[in-house]
């Protein structure tokens, strides 16, 4: 699976077991004010922006930026995006411009992808208000998962990398393993909705939790990355943003 020529120099991502690759900067992955957001893997993850998502949504020459309110976009179930078993990472570039309290809400969704209200499928980043952590879950938002307590103050743009590598959830920070997270060592249970990026979900895939955040590149992996590997791609890609 090639998806070409992306990173700084001989500093290139990862590219084995890349499932899905959203890049805000690449016109291939999104252009101007289209409504369509491509996968740049040839997995054919095609997401869009309708209804709340398109009017509650800025297009950025690099990133789109949610509102709170009703911006998001999703992407249908596939193949590619159920195929976790034993392993699976999530590497997103992203900010967060306000926290869930702000909005009346008890979690900001930033990327989730479950199939339950209940949020114990599938996977996914948040907030949640009461703690004041940003968390990576894998198959249940309380029981496995890794955070970092960022309080209520908004996030400047960060690389978090969240992991399930077999034994634990785990989340790195700017290319650094941050924190060992809880123990697993089931199977993936693949949540078979859509996957929302700029909220969460309910069990019906409807949107919910909206999150005022701005995405820049979101990358999935159906396994585990180990250290190195999360701090190559951290490397490959945080030029742009300096």
């Not at 500093?11 to 992955?29: A, C, E, P």
Request: with cysteine; glycine share 14%; charged share 15%.
């Amino acid at each position: 699976m090639s998806v070409g020529g992306f990173g700084n120099g001989s500093n290139s991502v990862v590219t084995d077991g890349l499932v899905y690759y959203y890049d805000g900067y690449n016109t291939k992955s999104h252009i101007g004010s289209a409504t369509t957001v491509f996968d740049l893997t040839k997995n054919n993850n095609t997401g869009s922006f309708s209804g709340p998502g398109d009017t509650g949504t800025t297009y950025n020459d690099d990133s789109f930026t949610f509102d709170g309110i009703g911006g998001f976009y999703g992407t249908p179930s596939s193949p590619s995006l159920n195929s976790f078993t034993t392993g699976l990472t999530v590497n997103i570039f992203t900010k967060v411009n306000d926290n869930p309290s702000a909005n009346g809400q008890n979690y900001d969704g930033i990327i989730v992808k479950t199939s339950s209200d209940a949020w114990n499928d599938g996977f996914g980043f948040y907030i949640d208000a009461a703690s004041g952590e940003f968390r990576f879950f894998v198959n249940d938002y309380e029981l496995y998962e890794a955070g970092e307590v960022v309080g209520t103050n908004p996030i400047p743009l960060t690389n978090y990398c969240g992991v399930y590598d077999g034994s634990n959830v785990l989340l790195y920070k700017d290319g650094d393993l941050l924190v060992t997270g809880d123990a697993l060592t089931a199977n993936v249970i693949n949540g078979g909705l859509q996957m929302n990026v700029g909220c969460g979900n309910t069990g019906s895939g409807s949107p919910r939790y909206y999150s005022s955040s701005t995405t820049y590149i979101i990358m999935i992996y159906d396994r585990g990355l180990n250290a190195e590997e999360a701090k190559q791609n951290y490397n490959a890609l945080k030029y742009r943003f300096r």
